[in-house]
């Protein structure tokens, strides 16, 4: 989603690693 900021998104890695693993 557009603005989605995730915590991972913030981190260093690659573009697909902003999606939710242990965050939950």
């Given amino acids: 989603?557009?603005?989605w900021k995730h915590p991972?998104?913030?981190m260093p890695g690659n573009?697909?690693?902003r999606?939710?693993?242990e965050d939950t």
Avoid: I, V
Wanted: negative net charge.
């Fill in 1 to 3: 989603l557009p603005g």
């Fill in 19 to 21: 999606a939710p693993k």
């Fill in 8 to 10: 991972y998104d913030l």
């Fill in 15 to 17: 573009p697909s690693d």
